[in-house]
């Protein structure tokens, strides 16, 4: 299940924007995320942020799992979907939809609010 999903503001014609997001695990068995999709993003990803050398840069996320009635965090400055290519201009008020897919095949959907600052 997404929670308090959001997706922050950028200047128009950026070519990527960044959302975050709770994933909770309901299940009686772990949950792996597989990947990401959009129809309003040409090349969603799922990125980490991490400090080498003093330097912020961002890496592909690796395996995901979420432990039964565990929770996976995104957040602004650590784990995050990188939304790349936006099929058509995103301005604060709009939203975006987005989908997680889990390794067993199944996905979870959500609509993401684009903001300036978190909910």
């Known amino acids: 299940?997404?929670?308090?999903?959001?997706?922050?503001?950028?200047?128009?014609?950026?070519?990527?924007?960044?959302?975050?997001?709770?994933?909770?695990?309901r299940c009686a068995a772990p949950v792996e995320v597989a990947d990401v999709e959009s129809m309003d993003f040409g090349m969603p990803m799922i990125h980490r942020t991490v400090v080498e050398d003093g330097v912020s840069r961002m890496r592909p996320a690796g395996k995901l799992v979420v432990a039964p009635g565990g929770s996976l965090r995104f957040e602004p400055g650590g784990l995050h979907l990188m939304l790349m290519r936006p099929l058509q201009p995103l301005a604060e008020g709009d939203v975006a939809r987005i989908r997680l897919v889990l390794a067993d095949g199944r996905r979870v959907f959500a609509t993401f609010p684009v903001r300036r600052e978190a909910p």
């Open 1 to 25: 299940m997404i929670e308090s999903p959001w997706v922050r503001a950028a200047p128009p014609g950026a070519a990527s924007l960044a959302g975050y997001l709770v994933l909770r695990n």
